[in-house]
């Protein structure tokens, strides 16, 4: 079956590093996405990786581990306009197309 | 950037009713998606809109209830038909440009009395 796990929620303090995990099962990986969700609006699209590694991106990097099935979004320097949820999805490309399978996302609290 | 919006933002609907959620993008693109965001929850995707075929939905989710169109490379709309306040919800389009990057239009925030 497809599953995407992430935790719920996290709390950190303004200028310091958090990192947001994701685990994931799927039938099929054609990459992993991350995107930033404020509340009331549409996510955004933060990183892509399809190879294993580190992807940074200013403030921003994720890594990913195919063969542990695991993703971790780093954010640093952190402002109080980061407290968003953070969604993790896989891109899914079985059935002849690609689709995003989303994890139940990461409330992240930014607090002074 | 892409640019893609949708309409309505919001609506209040009486149970019952039908709405028709459009969604336009500024170039043309071959995959079109649908999902649906519960309060509180992530996007669930209801189906995947390619043009000049029939939308292909997910588990859970029938054309009876959410019919989809596909008329052009740049446009789709989502029905969600005979609407029940569990229907209450954000309903999002996006597409999948050069297979990286899947941009999300605004939402379309419906409640259901």
């Known amino acids: 079956g497809q599953n995407i796990d992430q935790p719920t929620e996290m709390t950190a303090t303004e200028g310091a590093i958090v990192q947001i995990n994701c685990t994931y099962q799927?039938?099929?990986?054609?990459?992993l996405f991350w995107y930033q969700q404020h509340a009331g609006e549409a996510p955004t699209f933060l990183s892509y990786?399809?190879?294993?590694g580190l992807e940074e991106k200013g403030r921003f990097s994720s890594f990913l581990s195919r063969s542990k099935g695991y993703s971790y979004l780093l954010l640093k320097e952190l402002q109080m306009k980061d407290s968003a949820s953070y969604l993790c999805a896989v891109r899914d490309p079985n059935g002849g197309y690609n689709k995003l399978i989303f994890g139940a996302g990461t409330r992240l609290a930014v607090h002074p | 950037s892409a640019v893609i919006s949708q309409k309505p933002s919001r609506d209040i609907c009486q149970r019952g009713t039908s709405l028709t959620i459009q969604c336009q993008v500024d170039s043309q693109v071959t995959m079109m998606f649908w999902y649906r965001q519960q309060p509180g929850q992530s996007l669930t995707l209801i189906a995947t809109a390619n043009q000049g075929s029939e939308a292909t939905y997910e588990s859970g989710f029938v054309i009876d209830k959410f019919p989809i169109s596909r008329p052009n490379l740049t446009f789709s709309t989502l029905t969600v038909s005979n609407m029940s306040p569990e229907d209450s919800s954000i309903y999002l389009c996006?597409?999948?440009?050069?297979?990286?990057?899947?941009?999300f239009g605004p939402g379309t925030r419906l409640l259901v009395l």
């Open positions: 990786n399809v190879l294993d």
């Open positions: 996006s597409f999948d440009r050069a297979g990286e990057t899947q941009y």
């Open positions: 799927t039938s099929g990986f054609n990459g």
